[in-house]
DNA sequence: CACTCACGGTTCAATGACTGAACCGAACTG
DNA sequence: CAGTTCGGTTCAGTCATTGAACCGTGAGTG
């Protein structure tokens, strides 16, 4: 397929990246699976997304090692990630970090922690407290001043909840 | 323009980061910058991209204020990174750096060093011997051993001689 | 048991983005 | 002055995305 997805002729890491999470959407689905999100259902109402194109999306992450599909009932799944996905969280943090800086008059709208330290991580990424870069599951998240509260489906109210990363979402419903 | 580039209903810094960078090509293109080229056909040449398509997103990204045009002589423009596109490195190396992990046999493609020190990074982005996240201008690129030779055009041969990040392209021609 | 609804998809026509090739004007080169 | 390079633009064809409709299974309700 030479349109979308493939970068062939390009001999590097970053291409061989993007054939994976480069395509339109991947990265929010990712980011909402780290956040716990896990369910068809709940991806779909909270990202907005074309049932078909989250179907596409989630199925080739699954072929790629980076998310795994359970059956939790049948015929119903959860999606988690896999370690090879859960090593994607630095890039999604330099990304949202750098989208926060330019673009978020009112002050960040999440605030992540390493929880360990109880300190809330620098631009960078690092803890100030004891300078590592902390990997997801040490991490808790809370809305900071910039959140608005525009979204009231289920899943946005429940991720507004100060949560650790990767813990499976509870919705009201 | 519901389609393609936006992300309208997303509150979340990563959804307009992704407005901005998040379309095809755009990444390389920037890595492009980051590595020292700057016109037009050097970039042409190297990524194997649609003109239409090159220039459409060169003029996207000045317009976000990621690049700057200048005229180095009549009609020829240079493209290069404003210090809020170099603030995307970070995002660039950790991508680069996840691709790398799992998709390179013959060990990585691209070495990078923290010039002041003259040590390698760690996957991290960390210099092993300050503990920094260094920035591009700090950092020296050259080959490693997984970086193939299947492709000889100027622009490919010339990024091949170990450079400093940012520092204008030296190509043969 | 019959009914209804939620879930997790699939299908399809319309629309928009990407591709590759052709074309083009300005400016330099010999 | 003819030829070439640079940096585009244009255009028809292809492919991806969209949004709405449809559908089979299984759980819950009365």
């Not at 390493?114 to 690092?126: E, F, N, R, T």
């Amino acid at each position: 397929m030479a349109l979308g997805r493939e970068y062939e002729r390009q001999n590097c890491a970053l291409a061989r990246a993007l054939e994976v999470v480069g395509e339109r959407w991947t990265i929010l689905v990712l980011r909402d699976l780290f956040f716990g999100v896990r369910r068809f259902t709940d991806l779909q109402a909270h990202l907005d997304i074309p049932r078909a194109v989250l179907t596409d999306r989630l199925t080739r992450l699954v072929d790629e090692g980076v998310l795994t599909r359970t059956e939790y009932r049948r015929g119903r799944h959860e999606y988690t990630l896999t370690p090879h996905g859960r090593e994607l969280w630095p890039t999604l943090f330099a990304l949202s970090t750098w989208g926060e800086r330019h673009n978020s008059p009112d002050g960040p709208r999440r605030i992540f922690s390493h929880a360990p330290c109880k300190a809330d991580l620098v631009p960078s990424g690092q803890c100030p407290s004891c300078g590592e870069l902390p990997p997801p599951e040490e991490i808790d998240i809370r809305p900071g001043p910039g959140l608005g509260r525009e979204r009231t489906d289920q899943v946005s109210i429940a991720l507004r909840e100060p949560h650790r990363l990767l813990t499976p979402l509870r919705t009201g419903a």
